[in-house]
């Protein structure tokens, strides 16, 4: 927290660096897959993890879609979402049952097939060991096929281990990266993979400040509107959150110049403070 006692807004800035290679910023969609998300049985918590990581990274996540446990509205959700973005992410259908069908569904959009992956059955077997009772093997009895299910892969993909104590991959066919849904796996492997995929875009870290103020958004919003438009050509952007039930709103200033973004909190705590 940044005090400023000539002021009646109180300021807090948070700035995040990351080498710059890249006047673009990366876009990026998250795909959501799961009917336990849709009938409200699964709460989803991924959708926050990847938006905190993909801002800390500068990589600018711009839509998020779910979608039930489908091939057809998986895979339109991905042709439409790749297109559209530099990357795309996904969570969730790759275990051993007969809803879990993302794999497929992402070889089928893309015109690929589907093989088994010979290191990702390695893994599974080394790493399970002994401790379950139907170990992958593609000939073995049924439990036996349903564990190989979740080796058999599409056959362009891109396949990255990123934890030696696991073997589920991350599996990339073009520019759409498959993860798991089980909340702590995902946050687990997001983390480990995500800085070095940033790297390779050339992201650029995002910078956020914040300027808290007793100020109600009807009388912020023309000062609000007339700060945006004087710093929009610059890419900063101002957003306004009340935090109810406190009569508190927290304004975000985001970019990724600190030098504008400061300079534009600070402009925005001077004149929060006429109106105090």
């Known amino acids: 927290m940044i005090c400023m006692k000539t002021l009646c807004a109180r300021v807090r800035s948070t700035t995040r660096a990351l080498t710059q290679k890249s006047s673009q910023t990366p876009t990026a969609a998250f795909c959501v897959i799961g009917d336990e998300i849709l009938s409200g049985t699964t709460q989803d918590t991924n959708t926050r993890t990847l938006a905190s990581q993909c801002f800390s990274l500068g990589i600018n996540l711009q839509k998020i879609e779910i979608v039930p446990d489908s091939r057809a509205s998986i895979g339109a959700s991905l042709v439409q979402l790749s297109h559209a973005h530099t990357v795309v992410f996904t969570s969730g259908g790759i275990g051993p049952t007969h809803d879990d069908i993302t794999y497929d569904a992402v070889a089928r959009a893309f015109g ?3 093989a088994y992956h010979s290191e990702t059955l390695q893994r599974m077997r080394r790493i399970m060991g002994d401790t379950v009772r139907a170990r992958p093997d593609p000939n073995g009895t049924s439990a036996e096929r349903a564990c190989a299910r979740m080796a058999l892969l599409p056959q362009s993909a891109r396949v990255t281990f990123v934890d030696d104590k696991l073997w589920v991959p991350v599996v990339q ?30 992201a650029r870290a995002f910078v956020r400040a914040e300027v808290e103020t007793r100020v109600s958004e009807s009388v912020l919003a023309p000062v609000l509107e007339r700060v945006q438009s004087e710093y929009a050509s610059r890419g900063v952007k101002l957003g306004s959150y009340p935090q109810w039930p406190s009569p508190h709103t927290l304004v975000s200033v985001v970019g990724q110049s600190p030098k504008d973004v400061h300079e534009c909190r600070d402009k925005l705590a001077l004149l929060l403070s006429d109106l105090s």
């Open 112 to 114: 690929d097939k589907l």
């Open 173 to 202: 066919v073009q520019n759409v990266h498959v993860l798991p849904g089980i909340p702590r796996l995902f946050a687990r492997m997001t983390h480990a993979y995500l800085p070095e995929l940033a790297a390779e875009l050339g």
